[in-house]
Structure formats: structure tokens, C-alpha cells
């Protein structure tokens, strides 16, 4: 019998959904991953715990996973195609099923250049696409990737991540269309700041029907300062900050910046609510876990569906 996660329920009932993001600390103590659960319990509907992002050592997903089921959290386990083969993929979708996990999202992963261990491996036996038709295909067909059957399938709704701003711009509702036929259930958007933009990708989202076959949640991140804010936009590939709002942050005292990125981070769910095939808000506080509740309350976005 198939156990739904709780995202899974709340989408099928027609719900909006939120959820945010938790990263592992860069050592073995698990009270870093309780208190940042302790931040954000009822507040969002699921938690990620992101597979050791930008390439950085960290606790791994699959444990920090278990941490937060212990605490209640129904978990997105994210697992990236960069250090793993076939075997070891199958074999982890197989140990977070059986532990109770039940959300995955499917990553490439970031290059091992830009992370704390340059001269490391990589793998990348198979990429996003592949990484969720795997899953799709074992927990579907009860069948791994060679073809020998799964004894016990792995009932995992599927994710995946999609930057909508990537050039070039007009093949980004096709990528996702590739997921999708590949069997993602939900995705996870890139920071949007330029609404507008995002916009036009729904409207391309919307026209190839792909937001009744996936659920699209749109991600925000709250800016802490204007330095922030034009990091994001100059240095993180993929971004688009516009420069009026890098602006008016920096048109404020520096004390005052941080309530100002609240505000912009509220107003801008407030208005990804109102586009239509928009199913949830996915919140990134990056290390700000604390701010995640003041964002979801001002945004009317609390309280979150209580589910038996």
C-alpha cells in the first residue's frame, strides 16, 4: 500500500503547499539539524535537506532526513547525480523508502570544482532526467534501472528543481517538459525576484499543460542586505535580481536592510499566489531558518493543514 507524504495529501486536496529548506551542518552534531527543525515546525508542510550543496562537505541528506522524521517532519530527501553511480543511487532510494522517507528530489548537482574538495571525483552516471525516471521506474514498475525486479517498491513522490531565468530562456517550459515525461510530481523553482519574467515562463508552463501534470512551487529567498542581494545577482549563475531592487536596498540604513528583504520576500509570495498554475511557496531562508515563520504568518500563508 502506497503511504502518501504529506505534501502528496495536501496537493491532491487541492491545497497550497509550503515548504522550506534546511542544510546540514559541516560536522557530526545533530543538534544543528533539531534546532532548525524546532524553527520551522508548523510552519511549512515539508522540509528539504539538501545533498552537500555548492560541492561543500556536509552531514549527509539521508541522515539529517531521519533527524527530522524523529521530529515529525514528513522530509524531502534531495540526492544529486554527482557522487553517486547507478548501484549506490538505487541502493539509497531503497534505504530512504524503507526508513520512511517519502519525497525525493532529483538532482545533477553542482560541479565539484566550486566546492571545498576541487581534485574529488565526480560521477554523474546519470543526470536529473535519468535520476527521476529511476525512481519513477522502481517505484512504478517495481523494476531497476537493468531491468531485474524490485522486491519491496519505493513509494517516493517525485521531485525535481527548475530555474525558470536560465539562458536560453525559451527552452525553459521544454526542460521541465522533459521531467515531466521523465515522472517528476512536483517542482521546486529557482529564487524568483523577476516576477514578471516568472510570469512568462508560467504563461509557456501553462500552454503545454505541464502545471496540471506537476505541481509548481514557486521559490523565494529573503534578502539580508543589498551586499546580498547583488552577490545573487553577479556571482550565482542562473539568477535574475533586478537592479531596481538591489537599489532600493541600498537607498535604506544598513540596520533597516534586513526587515526591508522580509517585506520584498512577503510581497513577492503574495504575488507568485496569484499566478495561475502556481500550487505552493518553496521558502530558501539560506542559514535564516529563524525568519522562515514571521515570512509565512505576513504572508498569509499560516496557519498549515493539520492531516490525520
Not at 514528513?74 to 517519502?102: E, K, T, Y
Not at 500552454?207 to 542586505?225: D, M, N, Q, W, Y
Amino acid at each position: 500500500m502506497k503511504t502518501k507524504s504529506n505534501i502528496e495529501r495536501i496537493l491532491e486536496s487541492g491545497g497550497f503547499v509550503v515548504t522550506s529548506e534546511c542544510g546540514p551542518p559541516r560536522g557530526a552534531d545533530p543538534e544543528v539539524i533539531r534546532s532548525k527543525g524546532a524553527l520551522l515546525k508548523g510552519v511549512v508542510d515539508a522540509v528539504n535537506v539538501t545533498d552537500n550543496q555548492t560541492s561543500v562537505v556536509r552531514m549527509s541528506s539521508f541522515a539529517s532526513c531521519i533527524l527530522l522524521k524523529e521530529m515529525g517532519f514528513d522530509p524531502i530527501l534531495q540526492m544529486v547525480c554527482r557522487d553517486r553511480n547507478r548501484i549506490a543511487i538505487q541502493s539509497d532510494i531503497l534505504g530512504a523508502a524503507a526508513l520512511g522517507i517519502n519525497n525525493m528530489l532529483c538532482l545533477s548537482g553542482d560541479h565539484q570544482k566550486f566546492g571545498d574538495h576541487p581534485k574529488a571525483k565526480n560521477v554523474f552516471d546519470m543526470d536529473s532526467i535519468q535520476l527521476i525516471n529511476t525512481v519513477k521506474t522502481m517505484r512504478d514498475e517495481g523494476r531497476f534501472v537493468e531491468g531485474e525486479e524490485v522486491k519491496g517498491k519505493p513509494m517516493l513522490f517525485i521531485g525535481a528543481a527548475e530555474n525558470p531565468f536560465a539562458d536560453p530562456f525559451e527552452i525553459r517550459a521544454a526542460r521541465l517538459a522533459k521531467k515531466v515525461k521523465a515522472g517528476v510530481e512536483f517542482i521546486q523553482t529557482q529564487c524568483i525576484y523577476n516576477v514578471e519574467k516568472f510570469e512568462r515562463w508560467m504563461e509557456m508552463v501553462r500552454v503545454r499543460g505541464l502545471h496540471e501534470e506537476c505541481a509548481i512551487l514557486a521559490g523565494v529567498t529573503p534578502f539580508k542586505s543589498a551586499g546580498m542581494a547583488r552577490y545573487m545577482k553577479n556571482q550565482v549563475p542562473g539568477m535574475d535580481v533586478p537592479d531596481e531592487m538591489i537599489e532600493g536596498l541600498k537607498g535604506i540604513p544598513k540596520e533597516k536592510q534586513p526587515e526591508e528583504g522580509i517585506k520584498i520576500c512577503v510581497e513577492t509570495i503574495q504575488r507568485l499566489r496569484e499566478i495561475p498554475g502556481v500550487r505552493g511557496i518553496h521558502i530558501m531562508a539560506i542559514e535564516w531558518e529563524e525568519k522562515v515563520a514571521e515570512i509565512a504568518k505576513a504572508a498569509g500563508l499560516l496557519p498549515r493543514p493539520q492531516l490525520t
